[in-house]
Nanobody, 123 residues
Framework: QVQLIESGGGVVQSGGSLRLSCAAS????????MAWFRQAPGKEREFVAT????????YYADSVKGRFTISRDNAKNTVYLQMNSLKPEDTAVYYC????????????????WGQGTQVTVSS
């Protein structure tokens, strides 16, 4: 098991940037693929981005490709999500997830979840 704590959310104007962080504790961080998901009010949780243990593989949802960047620092047990050119439709609670099955896009493949951090983009 690994414990995950997200931070960095907030309110930003359309076109602005935020960087989310997810600090992990517990079992070896580098054994996990990490991912970000988000959930807007009244909508299902959706995949945003994922990264494998070595940072060699990264995948993004089409809706964020070219605007968001996922990265990790295994020495700091932390994964990041740099979000640029934010849009009102990016407003959601963002969740960090860890899984051992590889950098996959489906939430059911991740066994460990953080509490989430709210991101609000105003128009």
């Amino acid at each position: 098991q690994v414990q995950l704590i997200e931070s960095g959310g907030g309110v930003v104007q359309s076109g602005g940037s935020l960087r989310l962080s997810c600090a992990a504790s517990g079992r070896s961080f580098r054994t996990y693929a990490m991912a970000w998901f988000r959930q807007a009010p009244g909508k299902e949780r959706e995949f945003v981005a994922t990264i494998n243990w070595s940072s060699a593989l990264m995948y993004y949802a089409d809706s964020v490709k070219g605007r968001f960047t996922i990265s990790r620092d295994n020495a700091k047990n932390t994964v990041y999500l740099q979000m640029n050119s934010l849009k009102p439709e990016d407003t959601a609670v963002y969740y960090c997830a860890a899984g051992v099955r590889g950098p996959l896009r489906t939430a059911s493949n991740y066994d460990n979840w953080g509490q989430g951090t709210q991101v609000t983009v105003s128009s």
